[in-house]
């Protein structure tokens, strides 16, 4: 029982009790599977998840998925804007940037996995019927360092958690299992975000969410002239390593503020990167690099979680 309530003791429940009882169907009716399934996000969006994922489980529980992130999305991102998604798996995130930047504004989203970019682009098909969403373009690419081929590495895990894939820096062959043809590896197509987005266009980028397991460093040196002449606003990152990293280091040495964003019961908490504040043991790292951090203090002040409310006028 104890552990029960520590489980309906979240943020996701609190602010949007109406989860509480869709959590209590999915425990009570024990139907998680391999079939997909349709949520309604917060923001009033509908996507296909796959309820035995991680990803999936956590959307279909929670009614979110890594919430300091999506708050940080929802709270930083304006209408009008562009918005990048690196390493966007079948779109939770990208769907928060359409949602906030609206068909006044552009998504671009990367997705090299084929299988889950399929996935990607079928909730993408959903939101131009349902919604009218036109605004969102999609493609299938790593984002790295350079441009060409590279290999994308699927781990042990997969299966149970499809954010794991990443790309191979050691250059590994492509390992598969002849008798049953499941592929552990795939040549996929790499660029770079300096070549991808044409710096000769006006438009600047509002955020970039970049999630693509350990390759960001390689990921952002490939921006190094859209970060070196700063048209990149707020960068959200997760950082394993402890700070200063060659992460945090390529991004200072460009002018912009490194700050770590953690979860509290209460509202995001955006502290010092050198902080020893912990968010959720179960949500990654999460840091925000900006070229306007009196913005950033502005908009993550109040308390609460935005994002749950679907509420625009909270920013």
Known sequence: MTRSFKNLNKPEYFFRPSQIWQRIQRFTGNNINNNLEEVI???????????????????????????????????????????????ANIGYMTSIMAAKVTQTGKVYCYEPHPEIYQELLENITKWQESLDWHHIIPQQIAISDKSG????????????????????????????????????????????????????????????????????FEALNGAQQLIGQQKIRDIIFEEHNSYPSLVTNFLEKYGYTIFKAVGGFWGPIICSPESQQIGRYWEPPCYLATINPA?????????????LHNRMDLV
């Not at 992130?69 to 930083?76: A, F, G, I, P, S």
């Not at 203090?297 to 109040?302: A, D, P």
Request: avoid cysteine.
């Open 41 to 87: 996000l917060p923001w009033k969006v509908q996507i296909r998840i796959r309820p035995d994922d991680e990803i999936g489980r956590a959307i279909s529980m929670s009614g979110v998925y890594d919430l300091i992130v999506t708050e940080m999305l929802w709270r930083l991102i304006d209408q009008g804007e562009v918005a990048i998604d690196a390493g």
């Open 149 to 216: 081929s590279d290999i994308l590495t699927i781990p042990d895990g997969f299966d149970k958690n499809r954010g794991l894939s990443k790309i191979d820096t050691n250059n590994k062959v492509l390992i598969k299992n002849e008798s049953s043809l499941i592929q552990k590896s795939y040549l996929v197509s790499v660029s770079t975000l300096d070549k991808i987005l044409d710096l000769n266009q006006s438009f600047e980028i509002g955020v970039l969410k970049i999630d693509i397991e350990g390759h960001e």
């Open 295 to 307: 913005r950033v203090l502005q908009r993550t002040k109040s308390w609460g979680w935005h994002s």
